[in-house]
């Protein structure tokens, strides 16, 4: 069964750091792109950061220069570090596997991707 479980989420002050992880089973980084997708109250689901199954990475506008998406592949593991968090990325952050590749824009816990985790919170105070 393929399987994802984020880890890392929590509460920081604006300009502050977190590092999400988000660990597989069921399958390896060389059979699916990995996407970090996160969702605020009231707003759509966003696609932050993904990585493909051959190492190249995306990040919306919003983020680039400031977090940065990496896999390790003999955890089974894909990290999301984020500097400089902003109060507006309060939300909560979801990791998602797929095949497709590039992992498509989608609904939050949408059932067109292989898997997604539970969800971590991440919340950024002013």
């Known amino acids: 069964e393929v399987q994802v479980k984020e880890s890392g989420g929590g509460s920081v002050q604006a300009g502050g750091s977190l590092r999400l992880s988000c660990t597989a089973s069921g399958f390896t980084f060389d059979d699916s792109d990995m996407g970090w997708y996160r969702q605020a109250p009231g707003n759509e689901c966003e696609l932050v950061s993904s990585?493909?199954?051959?190492?190249?990475?995306y990040y919306v506008d919003s983020v680039k220069g400031r977090f940065t998406i990496s896999q390790d592949n003999a955890k089974n593991t894909v990290y999301l570090q984020m500097n400089s968090l902003k109060p507006e990325e309060t939300a909560v952050y979801y990791c998602a596997a797929d095949e497709a590749d590039p992992i498509p824009l989608v609904r939050c816990k949408s059932k067109a991707l292989d898997a997604w985790g539970q969800g971590t919170l991440v919340t950024v105070s002013s």
């Open positions: 990585i493909s199954s051959d190492g190249i990475t």
